[in-house]
């Protein structure tokens, strides 16, 4: 029953290499988001889309590429992997895109760059 | 440009006495507030929110939040500490960026409980 689900959980890879994370919801929300939780917790948002459509874009490099193939999934493909991308992604969602509304969080993709 | 400043990175409490987790905040317009918690290895959890009204809000495990608005502050606090609260806990703003509400998150706290 799991509401927002990452894969996978943990993710170790070379300098250079192209990996993807993908993320799913069941809670029939309409928004999703991807962050980027740094070493020392500092929680940055990356992207949001709303039924499919890119909404936001917050200053990432072109390597990540975000893809809604659905509104229930938002996948983050990363190409030419860095030592500085080591962190820990989450994906998340919100019923829509209001203010007053909270989100959901996923239990985070573990990156590590060897 | 909107901010949230959490000026604690550490909070240590014992159990049973009060905790307070302090949080200040700017943004154009009305404030839109929030709290996390994070537990090791978890993702964040909503606590409970600020949009109007009442400038105590209640949420869960017990939590509750004032809101200040002269002060720009959306204190967290809980009559009675537990163990289990021990965890990392984020405040969050949302504040407009062109036509969409961009989340704020500040650094986060860490709170510790100590039995």
């Known amino acids: 029953d799991t509401a927002v689900s990452q894969t996978p959980k943990y993710l170790v890879t070379q300098m250079g290499n192209d990996k993807s994370i993908k993320c799913e919801q069941n809670l029939g929300h309409d928004t999703m988001y991807w962050y980027k939780q740094d070493s020392k917790k500092f929680l940055k948002i990356m992207f949001s889309?709303?039924?499919?459509?890119?909404?936001i874009n917050e200053t990432v490099p072109n390597r990540f590429s975000p893809k809604s193939p659905d509104k229930a999934h938002l996948n983050l493909h990363i190409n030419s992997l860095e030592l500085g991308d080591s962190a820990v992604y989450f994906c998340?969602?919100?019923?829509?895109?209001?203010?007053?509304?909270?989100?959901?969080f996923g239990d985070g993709t573990r990156l590590s760059i060897l | 440009a909107q901010s949230v400043a959490q000026p604690e990175d550490q909070v240590n409490v014992a159990e049973g006495n009060p905790l307070t987790v302090k949080c200040t905040y700017s943004?154009?317009?009305?404030?839109?507030l929030f709290w996390y918690v994070q537990y090791p290895n978890r993702g964040l959890q909503f606590l409970l929110k600020y949009i109007t009204g009442d400038n105590l809000v209640k949420g869960s495990y017990g939590f509750e939040a004032e809101f200040n608005k002269s002060q720009t502050s959306f204190h967290l606090k809980k009559p009675s500490a537990l163990v289990s609260d021990s965890a990392l806990y984020f405040c969050?703003?949302?504040?407009?960026?062109?036509?969409?509400?961009?989340?704020?998150f500040g650094r986060g706290t860490s709170l510790i409980v100590h039995p």
């Open positions: 943004v154009s317009g009305n404030p839109y």
């Open positions: 969050a703003v949302r504040g407009q960026s062109g036509g969409s509400y961009i989340p704020t």
């Open positions: 889309y709303n039924n499919k459509e890119l909404i």
């Open positions: 998340a969602s919100s019923q829509d895109t209001g203010r007053n509304q909270p989100q959901h």
